[in-house]
Nanobody
Framework: QVQLVESGGGLVQAGGSLRLSCAASGRTLSIKIMGWFRQAPGREREFVAAFSRSGSLTDLADSVKGRFTFSRDTAKNMVYLQMNSLKPEDTAVYYC??????????????WGQGTQVTVSS
């Protein structure tokens, strides 16, 4: 089993920045891919970013390219999503996810509880 806990969400004005963190615990060595997803009210969950454990495979949604970047601290089993130039349409609950398969867009096996990001105009 793998446990994921997100943090770092909050309220920010348009144009501002936030950094989300995700702490992984449990059988972390089994993780092949770490990803970030988001779900806005009334909308389906959408892919934001993903990368392989080695960092050799990466993927970023077009809607966040140039604004969001991700990083990881393997020693601490932490992954991060740096969000810059935030827009009101970025408002959503953001989820960290882990996959046991080498597939960037999923399916994912483990999910965090989510952290709310609200961007005011």
């Amino acid at each position: 089993q793998v446990q994921l806990v997100e943090s770092g969400g909050g309220l920010v004005q348009a144009g501002g920045s936030l950094r989300l963190s995700c702490a992984a615990s449990g059988r972390t060595l089994s993780i092949k891919i770490m990803g970030w997803f988001r779900q806005a009210p009334g909308r389906e969950r959408e892919f934001v970013a993903a990368f392989s454990r080695s960092g050799s495979l990466t993927d970023l949604a077009d809607s966040v390219k140039g604004r969001f970047t991700f990083s990881r601290d393997t020693a601490k089993n932490m992954v991060y999503l740096q969000m810059n130039s935030l827009k009101p349409e970025d408002t959503a609950v953001y989820y960290c996810a882990a996959s046991l398969r080498l597939l960037l867009r999923g399916p994912y096996d483990y999910w965090g509880q989510g952290t709310q990001v609200t961007v005011s105009s």
